[in-house]
């Protein structure tokens, strides 16, 4: 996956993807050249699961995007 896709599946810029690939927050690929990251859908996926998840305390995705629709 391109950083744009990522971006895309989380509502972000795709500067806070490329940032959390630099830091670590992601595992991320470099291509040949080593001037763009791609990204595994796993672990995408991975990373995902745990906002999509509510587990009753409120701070799952889905209980942010409802959060911000009721504003």
């Not at 989380?10 to 763009?36: C, H, L, M, N, Y």
Request: hydrophobic share 35%; glycine share 10%; net charge positive.
């Amino acid at each position: 996956m391109r950083p744009r896709d990522v971006a895309r599946i989380f509502d972000v810029e795709v500067s806070t993807v490329v940032e959390w690939a630099r830091i670590g927050k992601i595992p991320a690929i470099r291509t040949p050249g080593g001037q763009q990251y791609r990204f595994r859908t796993v672990d995408v996926v991975a990373m995902l699961e745990p906002l999509t998840t509510v587990g009753g305390d409120g701070h799952g995705l889905d209980s942010a995007k409802q959060r911000q629709e009721s504003t």
